[in-house]
């Protein structure tokens, strides 16, 4: 079992930043990729960001390249997504995953997920 435990969502005007973490416990952090995902009122879980064990490759999708970056740090036992720029189209809830699979862009590849941290962005 992995539990990951999500930090840093608030209240951001448009064009401001946050930085999100995702802690995890259990067993060993390092021996899993990490995603973030995004759900909106009304829609869908929807891929962000995910970056492999090693932090060799990160992947981002479209709406997010260029203002949002992942990051982990092994010896912390965290994963982090820093948002710049943000848009009031990125408003969610945002849930960081865990897997030891591939498809890091899809749900169901992820058995563990932390329990979401607000981000709202007015304009």
């Known amino acids: 079992q992995v539990q990951l435990v999500e930090s840093g969502g608030g209240l951001v005007q448009a064009g401001g930043s946050l930085r999100l973490s995702c802690a995890a416990s259990?067993?060993?952090?390092?021996?899993?990729?990490v995603g973030w995902f995004r759900q909106a009122p009304g829609k869908e879980r929807e891929f962000v960001a995910a970056i492999s064990w090693s932090s060799d490759r990160t992947y981002y999708t479209d709406s997010v390249k260029g203002r949002f970056t992942i990051s982990r740090d092994n010896a912390k036992n965290t994963a982090y997504l820093q948002m710049n720029s943000l848009k009031p189209e990125d408003t969610a809830v945002y849930y960081c995953?865990?897997?030891?699979?591939?498809?890091?862009?899809?749900?169901?590849?992820?058995?563990?997920w932390g329990q979401g941290t607000q981000v709202t962005v007015s304009s």
């Open positions: 259990g067993r060993t952090f390092s021996r899993y990729s």
């Open positions: 995953a865990a897997t030891s699979g591939g498809g890091l862009h899809l749900v169901r590849e992820y058995a563990y």
